[in-house]
């Protein structure tokens, strides 16, 4: 699984749990100063806290057993994404989407092809929106410009956001995703109204319904 190294900001991959003593590899969120390096299971024996990144870490695993990562830069405010080949290494981290506050309660999936698709918000955006989005990644992403990007549903911002770990009052907020054929399936919240909300579709535009009730 992926985790936040509160301590030193990183992101970290966690394995071989079935055994005594589980291996840490530090992927992302080393000192500005040491850009560049693979991850690493010592941090390169760096002892200095980096950027935050690594917040809201979401997995997957694909057919071909590769790793996929989408995870929240804090201090740069973008949505970021890494992946492990099947061959053992790992790409250079891309920054999917910036803008405002953008990668907050990312959520991510692999399909058939090996593809990721991701959902997350972005807020405060400099359109002046709360936003939730879906980023569709090709099978060998490498750069942002091998992801497709739409909105999904949007509402006027009305506040900053607030610090990570106090839940924003705004659009498009803490979304859950699933597969239903070739489409995807989204419920999200209205953090300031309390509503729940289910959509449906892809990259061609989704389909909205708020349901009965507050949360």
């Known amino acids: ?14 394995t071989d749990l079935n055994t005594t003593a589980p ?4 992927l992302d969120g080393f000192p500005t100063s040491s850009r560049g390096l693979a991850p690493s299971t010592s941090r390169h024996g760096l002892t200095d806290p980096g950027p935050v990144r690594g917040l809201y ?6 057919g071909d057993l590769r790793i996929h990562v ?25 920054i999917v989407d910036q803008g405002g506050d953008v990668g907050r309660y990312a959520r991510l999936l ?20 709360d936003e939730l989005r879906y980023a569709l990644g090709t099978n060998a992403a490498q750069t ?24 924003p009052q705004s659009h498009g ?23 729940l909300y289910l959509g449906r579709g892809n990259l061609q535009g989704f389909e909205i319904h708020r349901l009965s009730g507050t949360f």
């Open 1 to 14: 699984f992926a985790t936040f190294d509160s301590f030193f900001g990183d992101l970290v991959l966690v």
């Open 23 to 26: 291996k840490h590899t530090y």
């Open 57 to 62: 870490p979401q997995i997957a695993v694909d």
């Open 70 to 94: 989408a995870y929240y830069d804090s201090d740069a405010r973008v949505l970021r994404y890494l992946r492990r080949e099947s061959s053992g290494d790992w790409i250079q981290p891309i």
């Open 110 to 129: 692999t399909d058939e092809f090996g593809r990721p698709h991701i959902v997350y918000s972005a807020l405060s955006t400099p359109n002046g929106n």
């Open 144 to 167: 942002d410009q091998h992801f497709q990007v739409v909105t999904i549903s949007s509402d006027p911002a009305q506040s900053a956001p607030p610090p990570v770990g106090i839940l």
């Open 173 to 195: 907020i803490r979304p859950c995703i699933t597969f239903d054929g070739d489409q995807l399936v989204v419920a999200f919240m209205n953090g300031r109204e309390g509503w």
